[in-house]
């Protein structure tokens, strides 16, 4: 089992980690999350899974590569929850063949 765990890698380098870190750490993106959010962003995720990656990178640590794994899953489970916005369609439009009245003005 050792030589399972001495292969597994992290979803991201640590590079990664440390630059998303520092991106989010970035008086431009604070900026922008407070704009758009009304709060500063919380980096302390991220800062978190940069610490485990190199703990996992000097000492194989399994609480490391657990934490790294269990925030990955979280992280794309996150991703997945979102509102469309716009409904899909299941078929087209009934009068999709017909040709565009692009030279008669449109009625309000």
């Known amino acids: 089992m050792a030589g399972s765990q001495a292969q597994w890698r992290p979803p991201r380098s640590c590079d990664i980690y440390c630059s998303e870190l520092k991106h989010c750490k970035s008086l431009r993106n604070r900026f922008h999350e407070y704009y758009t959010y009304g709060r500063a962003p919380d980096c302390q995720q991220w800062k978190q899974d940069y610490q485990n990656c190199k ?8 609480q490391a590569k657990e934490s790294l794994q269990e925030s990955e899953r979280k992280r794309l489970a996150d991703q997945r ?12 439009p009934s009068d999709w063949h017909l040709p565009l009245n692009q030279g008669k003005p449109q009625d309000p």
């Open 55 to 62: 703990d996992w990178e000097k000492n194989h640590s399994t």
């Open 81 to 92: 929850k979102f509102t469309p916005v716009w409904e899909l369609r299941q078929k087209p």
